[in-house]
């Protein structure tokens, strides 16, 4: 079955203390990117990466950092998390370049992050 | 750059009842446009998507929307909502141009249906 799956699925941790949440995708997905979603604001991107060593900023990097060492896995570190960091985050990863018959982006379940 | 506006945070409608969740997008410039639907505790499904051709989209669950260029917009329509649409949608746009094709999302609209 075609998914991206990110782990843990919810996340309680105290200011400063570092973290990982992550993301994985059988489909071969050259794009993954990471959201967050907070009440009013929609999702805005924090990072994205369109191929293995290949990544970017989104529009809220700040405070993030991503890898891509390998196709399937784009993992979500918080170095030294602060409580504006609580949000819900998500995955997702499509085919790079989209094709007009396959552009459709695939998200993960999601991540509950609390920071206290 | 391009932005997504939803201007309604929750729309409440009875069972049964048509439904429009509207959207506008803030540039004229060459886009794809797409809805995306989020059920309880689940991430993002695609709903539906406008690339090229005609300005009527159909997508999955009854939902359609109409890409009408002269006003940025990109409203959803449902004629008859069940239950089961409750939901937040969400609004995005992709501008032509973007080498990332990178997706702009609006804030969401969360659909409340009641009996």
């Known amino acids: 079955e075609a998914q991206v799956t990110q782990n843990p699925r919810y996340l309680i941790t105290v200011t400063g203390k570092k973290l990982t949440v992550t993301c994985s995708q059988n489909m071969n997905h050259e794009y993954m990117s990471w959201y967050r979603q907070d009440p009013g604001l929609g999702l805005r991107q924090i990072y994205y990466?369109?191929?293995?060593?290949?990544?970017d900023k989104g529009d809220v990097p700040e405070g993030y950092k991503v890898s891509r060492k390998e196709k399937r896995n784009f993992p979500l570190i918080l170095e030294s998390p602060s409580p504006n960091q609580t949000s819900l985050y998500f995955c997702?990863?499509?085919?790079?370049?989209?094709?007009?018959?396959?552009?459709?982006?695939?998200f993960g379940s999601g991540t509950q992050l609390s920071v206290l | 750059a391009q932005s997504v506006t939803q201007l309604d945070s929750q729309v409440p409608v009875f069972e049964e009842a048509p439904v429009e969740l509207r959207c506008n997008y803030s540039s004229s410039v060459s886009v794809y446009l797409f809805w995306y639907v989020q059920y309880p505790n689940q991430g993002l499904q695609l709903l539906l998507k406008y690339l090229s051709g005609s300005t009527l989209v159909k997508g999955i669950n009854g939902f359609e929307a109409e890409f009408n260029k002269s006003q940025t917009s990109f409203h959803l329509r449902k004629p008859s909502v069940h239950i089961s649409d409750t939901a937040e949608y969400f609004c995005?746009?992709?501008?032509?141009?973007?080498?990332?094709?990178?997706?702009?999302f609006g804030s969401g609209t969360r659909l409340l249906v009641r009996p």
């Open positions: 995005a746009v992709s501008d032509r141009t973007d080498s990332s094709y990178k997706l702009i």
């Open positions: 997702a990863s499509r085919l790079f370049p989209p094709s007009t018959t396959n552009e459709k982006l695939f």
């Open positions: 990466s369109m191929n293995v060593e290949v990544t």
